[in-house]
């Protein structure tokens, strides 16, 4: 199975950062990945699909790259409802796995 | 707009069976291959299983081959899992997802099961 690589694991940021979050795959995906974002009592809900295409109704401040085994989730200037957990998937083979998530608190 | 209800946890002693059930609605749910993620309390995401739109082909992680069964209803617009021999570290929340191509797709709100004697 392929296994995907959060980083970090937990991060304090206030209303206004930018924050980055990285995925490392153990083998090439291609561009077979997505980013959710849940918040506690939630399903997740997608982010970006495809590594790098917004979902429709996503603000334009969150962003993916990266294909192969390295990518990016990035959130240009963060704000008070995106405090959450972040979880990359790949969906290039199954079983389909996940990264571990990434919490995102309020400094 | 699409709605997946799931719904059919609870407690249940180790060994024994639960069915889960997740009612779909806003979408043409026999267009669609489903899956079931679930959530172990205070962790992180594990794919389960997933079935195509016609129900002719599944798949399962290896933590639950053999003792879980995904099924369809595609006149009842309804995904299934049943679980067997149930143990301690199938203990999660539930998710049904819609699979939309591309790592795309909706996901419900989850339904707790519980093992535990």
């Known amino acids: 199975a392929i296994q995907l690589t959060q980083s970090p694991s937990s991060l304090s940021a206030s209303v206004g950062d930018r924050v980055t979050i990285t995925c490392r795959a153990s083998q090439g995906i291609s561009s077979a990945l997505v980013w959710y974002q849940q918040k506690p009592g939630k399903g997740p809900k997608v982010l970006i699909y495809?590594?790098?295409s917004l979902e429709s109704g996503v603000p334009s401040r969150f962003s993916g790259s990266g294909s192969g085994t390295d990518f990016t989730l990035t959130i240009s200037s963060l704000q008070p409802e995106d405090f959450a957990t972040y979880y990359c998937q790949q969906f290039n083979n199954y079983p389909r796995t996940f990264g571990q998530g990434t919490k995102v608190e309020i400094k | 707009q699409v709605q997946l209800v799931e719904s059919g946890g609870g407690v249940v002693q180790p060994g024994r069976s639960l069915r889960l059930s997740c009612a779909a609605a806003g979408f043409t749910f026999s267009s669609y291959g489903m899956h079931w993620v679930r959530q172990a309390p205070g962790k992180g995401l594990e794919w389960v299983a997933v079935?195509?739109?016609?129900?002719?082909?599944?798949l399962y992680a290896d933590s639950v081959n053999g003792r879980f069964t995904i099924s369809r209803d595609n006149s009842k617009n309804t995904l299934y899992l049943q679980m067997n021999s149930l143990r301690a570290e199938d203990t999660a929340v539930y998710y049904c997802a819609n699979d939309q191509g591309s790592g795309r797709g909706y996901w419900g709100q989850g339904t707790l099961v519980t093992v535990s004697s």
């Open positions: 079935i195509t739109y016609d129900g002719s082909n599944k």
């Open positions: 495809d590594a790098s």
